[in-house]
């Protein structure tokens, strides 16, 4: 069965607490991103990869960091320099730039 | 740089209606312009991709979209609502990156 996982489905991060949150895809496509949604601001990229072993930064990497190891997944850690990381965290693959891209479906963090 | 803008943070109409829900965008290239529809703490599905050829794309679900270059517009429309259109619609624009309008929420009554 071909698609995107992301798990957990619920987290909870304590104050100080690094949390990962996982992507994983059967599709086959190159390219992952991760975006964080706010109720009433839409998706905002967070980080990015269009090939294994290299990752760029979104428009709110700060507090967060990524590995490509596999071309199947793609991992998020909130570190414990995002202060504000209740959210819902969205996974999404793609075959590149200006290509659609699919969606997982999501995580939500929330902070104990 | 590119951008888009949803007019209308929320949409209501009665089962049956026309649904129509705005969509403009900027861009300095031509653009390839998406539709997607987000049901509650589900990720986001593919409703229709506009990619530079039928200005006029049709989607799942009965959905459609126009793309007028004049207007630098793509709105979104469905002759008829149903009750299980109830959702929010986020209108996006592609550069390197997709571009996410701040969504329209959708409601049907009976």
Known sequence: DGGITQSPKYLFRKEGQNVTLSCEQNLNHDAMYWYRQDPGQGLRLIYYSQIVNDFQKGDIAEGYSVSREKKESFPLTVTSAQKNPTAFYLCATGQGARETQYFGPGTRLLVL | ?110
């Open chain 2, 1 to 110: 740089a590119q951008s888009v803008t949803q007019l209308g943070s929320h949409v209501s109409v009665s089962e049956g209606a026309l649904v129509l829900l705005r969509c403009n965008y900027s861009s300095s290239v031509p653009p390839y312009l998406f539709w997607y529809v987000q049901y509650p703490n589900q990720g986001l599905q593919l409703l229709l991709k506009y990619t530079s050829a039928a200005t006029l794309v049709k989607g799942i679900n009965g959905f459609e979209a126009e793309f007028k270059k004049s207007e630098t517009s793509f709105h979104l429309t469905k002759p008829s609502a149903h009750m299980s259109d109830a959702a929010e619609y986020f209108c996006a624009v592609s550069d390197y990156k997709l571009i996410f309008g701040t969504g329209t929420r959708l409601q049907v009554f009976p």
